[in-house]
């Protein structure tokens, strides 16, 4: 399980922000309505002033009930006035304690054991913008996926129609999100372009990011180039065993890359690592298996379409079929 680190830095930015900002707030209330109305103040000392209180009644030995029960009602009764000063001046706060934005953790983004889920949230909210930008798309979810775009006439090679066909193949992406664990499956999303897998993909990476296990999203192309890149000695960096061990690395466009022996090393290396480790592994391709074997050999071929498991994307180029629907409006 994990989120990068600028993730992290980003959630617990927002939450040291929460944080100051209702301790500001109540200490800005504090001193406006003690300036304007002393009275106040006064009321805070007492209660403070109660604690000690009982502290000498116990050391005192004296009637240690009674003695309690006139500080807790006097406590009471100056909690009252304050109340119904802040009230009369308009304002919600009840007293002049911070109001946090999370009354479970008060913007700590921990409890005792765990991270608490106002910090969960800020986490895959963070995660999934980044994912986005990374990816430079909108991210939509695999249910919000429109089939209207698929055509609904039979497919011979089918028996049935693209929209049905997708209909199930998206359906088991989202189960497969929805469902995400350590030594789940993979995946390869084919077909030709234009049909909905780097929206799958991305959909799935977000459904994945969400649960908090750690993802990596990336074109084939931008990968081999940071590889290369690391390879060649003209950058640091340790990308390979990173994409070897993140919880499930999505790897799209895989075949738009400029393949070379080097990448083909890398890309095996990868998926090999990620295999012996059982983490998952999701593709998308608008390779045939054909060109597969002609651009990454037997070894890896075999491995990929013997162990992933195949999702076929058909139908229309959506991207034309939504653009000809824009003219149309
Ligand atoms: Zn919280």
């Known amino acids: ?36 109305h002393p009275e106040a103040s006064e009321w805070e000392r007492r209660m403070q002033a109660g604690a000690a209180k009982i502290a000498q009644i116990i050391l005192a030995g004296g009637d240690v009930t009674a003695a309690m029960k006139q500080v807790q009602d006097e406590n009471l009764q100056m ?37 608490c889920e106002c910090m969960r949230a800020l986490l895959a909210e963070f995660a999934a913008k980044r994912l986005s930008e990374i990816s430079g798309m909108k991210l939509t979810r695999l249910s919000d996926m429109d089939l209207s775009f698929y055509s609904d ?28 664990h350590p030594g789940a499956e993979s995946l390869l999303l084919f077909g030709t372009t234009g049909t909905g897998k780097t929206h799958a993909s991305l959909a799935i990476a977000r459904t994945v ?15 081999f180039h940071r590889l290369e890149k690391e390879h060649f000695g003209r950058e640091d960096g340790d ?19 400029m393949t070379t022996s080097f990448t083909t ?13 059982d983490r998952p592994t999701v593709i998308s391709t608008n390779l045939t298996a054909a060109d597969w074997q002609g651009r990454y050999g037997q070894a890896l071929t075999s491995r990929v379409l013997g162990t992933f498991q195949p999702l076929w994307f058909v139908g229309a180029d959506i991207r034309q079929a939504k653009m000809a629907r824009r003219l149309q409006e």
Not at 15 to 34: F, N, P, S
Not at 209 to 223: D, F, K, L, N, R
Not at 239 to 257: Q, Y
Not at 265 to 277: D, E, F, H, T
């Open 1 to 36: 399980m994990g989120y990068s680190r600028d993730v992290y830095e980003q959630a617990c930015a927002v939450l040291a922000h929460r944080r100051q900002k209702a301790e500001a707030d109540a200490a800005e209330l504090r001193a406006r309505v003690c300036r304007e």
């Open 79 to 115: 909690q009252a006035n304050l109340r119904e000063l802040l009230a009369s001046l308009g304002e919600t706060a009840t007293d002049f304690s911070p109001r946090y934005t999370c009354e479970k953790c008060h913007d700590t983004g921990r409890l005792e054991h765990s991270p």
């Open 153 to 180: 006439e039979v497919l011979p090679e089918l028996g049935r129609s693209p929209r049905e066909h997708m209909q199930s193949v998206l359906e088991y992406c989202r189960c497969y999100g929805e469902d995400f």
């Open 209 to 223: 990011i969400e649960q908090g296990y750690s993802v990596i999203y990336a074109s084939a192309q931008q990968i």
């Open 239 to 257: 990308s390979e065993s990173v994409l070897a061990e993140c919880d499930l690395l999505v790897l799209d466009d895989l075949g738009t890359e």
């Open 265 to 277: 090393s890398c890309l095996y290396n990868i998926i090999n690592l990620r295999m012996l480790a």
